[in-house]
């Protein structure tokens, strides 16, 4: 079992080995993309400066403002200029001719562009016609010839025409003035012109798989990097870099400066945001949004600690309505949560809702109940049953049962039936997380052995019984203590966790005193035998403690010989006569 006092030193991140550092925040460099993003520049290095049988590349980002912004400055430090096509039109004998020119209404302007959204006459160019005057009016692809140009695939998936003519005109390297549409014709034949661009596409996971499904060949031979949303957090080096993006950041978005004191609060709050202690975001909108928030609540023209704080409060209070009235529900008992006593087959589950629309995902704990009766040995999950259950939390059941069965090491066949269901559910379940709730509360049905109700449980078992991380640890524990808090602390109250979630831990102030003073606990274990003997002061195997007990494996075999052994005299008879 882990001790309390690796608990408490893992409660919340500790900063102090950092504050000389924050001290000195202000006279770090900006960090460019080459040094956070060293894997991401290099693709866009080898595609701006290695000759390439292909001109597109693919970047893994989100489709935004930002995220361009970004790629395009980067771009214009590995490639500041650009060989560019210059000339212009000249109509003659009812035809438009190019001619190659040092100067022309068709000279690029731009080395590199991006754009989050385009038409095609933005794009491509129009013809004009008035009265028997015909004016070709320069399209993006004229003003960035021989650049790059940055564009969003959601763009260009969604204008399929728009899409198939860009593609063409890249690789054959030539400009064809085309009408609008099918049905329409252009006034005067115009001669098609030089095209080198280089076209980069952006797109977020969704977006690339659908230009993948649809441009299998394009997707293989284009150039393929990857905007990391996650940087390692394991020494000073590695946060001072990550303290060098934010000050850029700010620095683009002209922000206020951080003090000393508000770099801890900050650095909290983005890891409650990446739900692991040695990560930190480079999320740039979810960064900016945060640094924005705070900026509300400047203090002489600084982002203090109380800034990031009070921002974050209001967050809390605009988001909290639902989360507000499920706390309510419980405490009035609608939905029927125990913390205290204790019941066979019943125990506190942890789990996180995700509501359509809202922008949080909300802690939860859930009442799971087991009832195990005389039967053929069937495991039944009533969600699954009622196709209330996900695929994923299906696969969760038949290894818990898998487990067990395993565990027992039954000579005979299995005389009890169980049923287990969330109670007072009336959504979907899935995912796995509750699966270490669940087998507790079948070892408790099965050994008639009753579970203390003071504490919850989450965590993930294997074949073999051992616990499993699970995501969104912090909310599940504030969403049980909630509870416990408003019905007023005993000391004995907790939740059992994965031994693995321990450097995920980053927990709200409140919660980390009470855990400190004793009256809240936190129980992280690396198997099913260590939480079920905390939920029912039983030893689970015969060697876990020296007593002369029965352990609960036995209590349970015991009852499944009994049960095996009532049965067989109604069957003697039968079987003499059949021989």
């Known amino acids: 079992m882990i001790s309390n006092e690796l608990i408490w030193q893992n409660l919340a991140p500790d900063y102090e080995p950092y504050l000389n550092l924050f001290a000195a925040a202000d006279k770090l460099d900006n960090a ?27 970047i893994k980002a989100l489709e935004c403002q930002s995220y361009l912004s970004e790629l395009a400055k980067c771009i214009k430090n590995i490639n500041p200029s650009s060989v560019a096509i210059t000339g212009d039109y000249q109509q003659s004998n009812g035809r438009f001719h190019w001619q190659a ?7 690029p302007c731009h080395s590199v562009y991006f754009c989050n959204w385009i038409e095609m006459p933005q794009l491509f160019g129009s013809v004009h016609q008035h009265q028997n005057s015909v004016h070709l009016e320069p399209g993006l692809l004229h003003k960035i ?11 260009l998936l969604a204008q399929p025409l728009m899409w198939q003519r860009l593609k063409q005109m890249v690789m054959q390297k030539r400009f064809e003035w085309l009408p609008a549409n099918d049905n329409q014709f252009l006034p005067y034949p115009i001669d098609s012109m030089p095209l080198d661009i280089k076209l980069i596409l952006v797109g977020d996971h969704f977006s690339l798989e659908e230009l993948e499904t649809k441009e299998p060949e394009l997707f293989s031979q284009a150039t393929y990097g990857e905007y990391e949303f996650e940087l390692n957090f394991e020494h000073s080096g590695q946060l001072s870099l990550w303290v060098q993006f934010i000050k850029q950041i700010i620095t683009d978005c002209q922000f206020p400066a951080l003090t000393t004191d508000a770099w801890p609060t900050f650095i909290t709050q983005a890891i409650r945001y990446t739900e692991d202690k040695s990560i930190l975001p480079l999320d740039r909108m979810w960064l900016i949004r945060c640094l924005a928030e705070a900026n509300q609540f400047q203090q002489d023209n600084q982002l203090t600690a109380k800034s990031f704080q009070t921002a974050m409060q209001q967050r809390q209070w605009q988001h909290g309505y639902l989360a507000k009235r499920n706390l309510d529900d419980i405490l009035q008992k609608q939905v029927f ?45 009533v969600e699954r049953k009622v196709e209330l259950g996900g695929n994923i939390h299906a696969k969760g059941m038949m290894i818990m049962q898998a487990y067990l069965n395993y565990e027992l090491k039954l000579e005979q066949p299995q005389p009890f039936s169980a049923s287990i269901v969330f109670e007072q559910s009336y959504n ?19 050994s008639l052995q009753p579970i203390d109700q003071q504490i919850a449980v989450t965590g993930a078992v294997d074949q073999f019984g051992y616990v499993q991380p699970i995501g969104s640890i912090n909310q599940k524990i504030e969403s049980f203590f909630n509870v416990c808090f408003q019905r007023e602390l005993t000391g004995q109250q907790g939740v059992i966790i994965p031994a693995a979630n321990i450097r995920h831990l980053c927990l709200k102030t409140d919660l980390i005193a009470a855990v400190k003073s004793g009256v809240f606990h936190i129980w992280p274990v690396e198997h099913v035998s260590e939480a079920i003997s905390i939920l029912t002061k039983h030893a689970y195997y015969k060697q876990q403690y020296d007593t002369n007990n029965l352990h609960l494996l036995a209590l349970i075999q015991e009852r499944i010989t009994q049960a095996n052994n009532q049965e067989r005299p109604k069957f003697m008879g039968l079987l003499k006569w059949l021989n």
Request: glycine letters at 12%; a negative charge.
């Open 32 to 58: 460019t993309l080459a040094i956070i993003q060293p894997r991401l520049y290099n693709s866009l290095e080898r595609f701006l400066l290695t000759p390439t049988y292909s001109p597109f590349a693919v």
């Open 428 to 446: 979907e379940v899935d995912g796995d997380s509750a699966s270490l709730a669940e087998l507790c509360a079948l070892i408790s049905a099965l």
């Open 145 to 155: 010839n021989g650049g790059v140009l940055l564009l969003s695939v959601g763009t």
């Open 101 to 107: 020119s040092t100067k022309g209404s068709f000279t």
């Open 337 to 381: 949560i125990k913390t205290e006593g204790e019941i066979i087959g019943q125990i506190n589950g942890l789990s996180v809702m995700q509501y359509p629309g809202h922008p949080e995902l909300i802690g939860e704990p859930s009442r799971i109940t087991c009832v195990a009766h005389f039967g053929d040995g069937e495991f039944t999950d």
